[in-house]
């Protein structure tokens, strides 16, 4: 007996139904997650001010950092001295989603990047990526979920509190104009970078 229409559309929906439930969960699962990583950054830079207040333990020395934080430095690094900002993809692909590169969301990273280099070929960038991950770094929140390393130690303390040399450091990246301006606000504005001690870089942005 022929089977009616209805009973086949029944049919077909319920069998579309659980591939339509993974996809759109699967899309939910990636936009939560970019999402947190987003207000975690956010949240790490707009309470650098915080972290500065305390005690900021300075670090040097890279290789008393974990395995994994070394080998994605070693990447974007490899990627800044090449010269060529597509060779970012590389790092950036390391991770599971991409790291937050600007207070929206950026569809292609690299392009990204490329459009706010002031030399309009993203060597400007990577020449502030290789500056910042050659100087010092900070340890936010040691000990937590939410523990970073942040690089240049720079961001997580008040400009009013550097020495003189590390005021020479913070030249290597930064201008004196631009230092007064940060030092009269009080709080450092420029890029830093943060990697997980899991080595997920999680952002490279500009407050």
């Excluded at 989603?97 to 400007?124: C, H, I, M, Q, W």
Aim: charged share 20%; glycine share 8%.
């Amino acid at each position: 007996m022929p089977r009616k229409r209805y009973e086949l559309q029944q049919e077909t929906i319920v069998r579309t139904l659980p591939r339509a439930i993974f996809v759109w969960s699967e899309r939910w699962l990636r936009a939560s997650a970019w999402l947190s990583a987003a207000v975690l950054c956010c949240v790490l830079l707009a309470g650098s001010a915080a972290c500065a207040a305390g005690e900021v333990k300075i670090g040097r020395d890279v290789t008393k950092l974990p395995p994994q934080v070394q080998r994605m430095r070693q990447a974007i690094l490899r990627a800044a001295a090449s010269g060529s900002i597509e060779r970012l993809r590389v790092p950036i692909g390391m991770n599971e989603l991409p790291p937050t590169f600007g207070k929206g969301r950026v569809s292609d990273p690299v392009a990204y990047l490329r459009s706010v280099s002031a030399d309009g070929n993203g060597r400007e960038i990577l020449a502030i990526l290789y500056s910042l991950l050659t100087t010092g770094y900070a340890i936010a929140n040691p000990g937590t979920k939410n523990e970073m390393i942040v690089w240049p130690y720079h961001a997580l303390m008040p400009p009013g509190a550097l020495t003189p040399s590390q005021e020479v450091e913070l030249y290597r990246f930064l201008p004196p104009a631009r230092f007064k301006e940060m030092a009269a606000r009080g709080k450092y504005s420029f890029y830093s970078i943060g990697i997980a001690p899991d080595g997920v870089w999680h952002y490279f942005m500009s407050e």
